[in-house]
């Protein structure tokens, strides 16, 4: 449950564009915020550059009356994959036709294992024919796992082929499309005035949770019903000995250290903690955070 003092002070904000803003230049110098310093430069030297030339869409959470900026955000596009691994291809790939060849002799033993690894390994046709001969579903569905390893394995060094002169393809099994969160920052002297308004109780309903769920997702949201998109992901600088921020990020916003994905990652970010959420499992989320804010009616 929110105070009257925060839905008031909720009441006299609006999100817009940087570049659709009419801010101006002491409004961005009085950002401030002493845990995230390089993001006030950001925002003061670099935000509308990136902005106006389509590199990050920078917005203002902006409050109306008293005229400065609460907090800023940005997203762009990006993508997480599944890696793909040579090496454990033609693991598999061997251990699928091991696990056929026994199988298969088991069953009838009516071919000696070198030629039956060398249809394994050799033309679709020989293939076809074999899966023709075999008597049960159990070999069928063991020699479609050699197949499609054995595929795969193939289409891999047909694409270096195609693509002999380019280094910079980075090749992988499968690609997610996803926004990146890259930036999102809180004023110090916004922050205060939260935790006055909640009497020194802020930390129960924080600032940032309110300005992620209110007005981050649903430009998500939107993204979303235009194009395909399934994961959000951010970069969490977290210098703290126990990972407050990250801690932030997954107990409040809805993210955690994916295992089964990959992302690329520029040098901006290293030493920065890689976290993804899937979009909806956090609209989910969203609707339940202002279902618990029972005062508070969810914004449209």
């Not at 101006?24 to 935000?47: G, H, I, V, W």
């Not at 197949?147 to 082929?161: A, G, N, V």
């Not at 997954?250 to 903690?273: A, I």
Request: charged share 25%; proline share 3%; aromatic share 12%.
């Amino acid at each position: 449950m929110l105070t009257t003092g925060q839905r008031a002070f909720l009441e006299q904000l609006e999100c817009v564009r940087f570049c659709e803003s009419h801010v101006e230049t002491p409004q961005l110098m009085n950002f401030q915020s002493a845990r995230a310093s390089t993001l006030d430069k950001y925002l003061q030297e670099t935000a509308s550059r990136d902005d106006d030339i389509g590199q990050t869409a920078v917005y203002l959470v902006y409050h109306k009356h008293d005229r400065y900026i609460v907090a800023f955000f940005s997203l762009h596009c990006g993508s997480l994959f599944e890696g793909f691994n040579l090496t454990g291809i033609e693991r598999d790939l061997e251990a699928s036709i091991a696990d056929f060849e026994e199988a298969y002799v088991f069953s009838n033993g009516r071919r000696d294992i070198h030629t039956l690894r060398q249809i394994l390994l050799g033309s679709h046709d020989e293939a076809n024919v074999l899966c023709s001969e075999l008597p049960n579903r159990e070999l069928k569905r063991k020699l479609a796992t050699v197949r499609r390893l054995k595929c795969k394995r193939s289409i891999f060094f047909e694409d270096l082929k195609t693509e002999s002169n380019r280094a910079n393809i980075n090749r992988v099994s499968h690609t997610f499309p996803a926004l990146e969160l890259v930036h999102f920052c809180l004023s110090d002297s916004a922050k205060a005035k939260w935790d006055e308004y909640a009497g020194g109780q802020g930390k129960r309903h924080p600032l940032g949770a309110h300005l992620y769920w209110q007005y981050i997702l649903p430009i998500v949201q939107k993204v979303c019903r235009l194009v395909g998109c399934k994961y959000l992901f951010l970069f969490a600088a977290d210098a703290s000995p126990d990972g407050n921020l990250v801690n932030y990020y997954k107990n409040v916003c809805g993210f955690s250290e994916p295992k089964e994905h990959g992302v690329s990652k520029p040098v901006y970010d290293w030493t920065c903690k890689f976290l993804s959420a899937d979009i909806r499992t956090l609209l989910d989320k969203r609707a339940a955070y202002f279902q618990s804010l029972s005062e508070v009616e969810e914004p449209v």
